[in-house]
């Protein structure tokens, strides 16, 4: 069934370069520190943690720039955009929709309204909690996910109609509420506008364990299901007709997906693009075979926000630009050419 | 066909509509009785000329700096309208709100019938603006951003409200306490000036580079911004850039010196192992208004502590 050829590219070519993406990523920054340096801090910190002699000569700053500031990022994007490729290729399986992304459901919406609402809450009321804004993001995903659900389930099943409508639905109330509570915030919204157009500034290791066992967990779950969420793309009844418990696993991967995206969100904003144009790409090189399109779009995923996020951190540098306008800004172009390239081949 | 002729109907009468509305002159109101210097040529800082006919007395203003200046001219009882922000003096709190600078309220605006209606600059505002002179309301637009300008703006607008005498003493006032604060800085006499960091923001690392009032504040008050050569305005700046200019103040705009201190990626930090992260009153070091001495001293207290 399937080629071996495509296992053996995904672990020849992506997972190196995936390592590789990594390793220039935490060399490249506002600050420009010299990639040995880079590397000697990054070893003396994790190999050779036992020998501080190892950090002569390069300054504390650095360090911290390294240890502290960019590899954390780094690995956070490779996490984000990762969750955000399983969430998208499993959303778009599951829904037998192209347009499908992880914010189609509504969880993204569900994200935003959250975390606008603490912004709000501190300014307002002066609360400050820690972790406030992930936090309080990651409650309103998984609120809009149960309430889309719900919305959507007509006695024991869930047709992907009602889940689609009910979703965008969900997306422009809680749209409204975000525009509601950015009036409200007034002079202050800059901090609302920028969660919303998604980033991963000022992020720090602590942020890497919102993501880690969503990611790890949910993404073991999705590639249990890949046979199935092959069998799906034939139809709900000819699966059905084939053995597929359907509506158990529709309800498995929905909210395995949804968790996922919130996770991600939660630590990232709405950083779009991703969970869209990762899985196509990804498929149009691959085929539609879940059991390769999901681990590489994991990886192309990662690989993917990477550099989208090194471009934002140096395109104007000193100054920050939010990734999720980079996303779209490079994923368009590059998204096109290989629609131009692979014309005829585009299958899903 | 029938349709392209409804079409070329409806195009022809909105054309004769649109000329209608441009032709209705602003000022068909008899000329009133001639008193003081009025009526009165004025120029605001967006360089549109405004005809004040006689002596305000109702004033809007859309900004707190200015409405702190209206109430240090003296002219407090005659402001009828604030904005939501507008929170100095106390009794600025009293009096009826207008909305914002992202949501003014035109319609509540005019309700008020003011004489004079003072406003910043601001992209939501311009279209207020216009639409208020349709109204025939007088706006004129002062947007102070330096200490000079300050002075300048209370000068224009005391002379304006044909309160000269006030605007001058007030000035007079000012430029004494800034001579008196310029002194009080030198005699603290360091030899090199600590480098201060303005943090406006936790989540995103917003600060003021160049060109800005609040820039211009750190100077005068013994310090040197970190962020200058960074870029003019306000600017989000990478964290790396924080670590590589290592500045040894922070100063944080709103309470969040305790999280700055706890903050477990930023320990390495000058300022942050020294312990010098402060709060400042935002109110007092962001608004460009006769309370400038006391963003000055607030920014003496953190920067010589």
Redesign the interface.
Known sequence: MMKKSKRRLFYIFLLPALVVSVVLATAMGAVAVPPLDTVRIVLARTVFSRDPGRLAGIPRGTVSIIWNLRLPRVLLGALVGSSLALAGVTFQGLLRNPLADPFTIGVSSGAAAGATLALLLRQLVGLNLPHMIPLFAFVGAVLAMFFVYNLAKIGATVPVVTLLLSGVVVSSFLSAVISMTMVLAGQNMQGIFFWLSGGLTMRSWQHLWFVIPYLVLGGLVLYSFARELNIMLLGEEAAHNLGVSVERTKKILLVTASLVTASAVSVSGMIGFVGLIIPHAVRIVSGPDHRVLLPASAVVGAIFLIWADVVARTVMAPQEVPVGIITAFVGAPFFIYLLRKKKRDIRF | MKKSVVILVLASLLLVLAAGCAGVSKSDAPPQEVTGPYPMIVVDDDGRTVVIDTEPMRFVSLAPNLTEMLFALGLGDRVVGVS??CNYPLQALEIEKIG????PNVEKMIALAPDVVVSPRGSVLQEAVALLEQNGINVLVYDPKTIDEIEDVITRIAAMANVDVNGKNLVSGLQMQRKEFAARVAAAGQVSRPSAFILL??????TVGDGEYLSELIEAAGAVNAASG??VGY???????L??L?PDIIICTF?MSG?VLA????K??SAVKNGRVFDVEDDLVSRPGPRVILGLEELYRAIHQ
């Open positions: 939501d922000f914002n600078a992202f949501t923001d936790l989540d995103y690392l917003f960074q870029g600017l989000m700046l990478s964290e790396e850039v670590f590589e290592d309470s999280q903050k477990p990626a930023w390495e930090l």
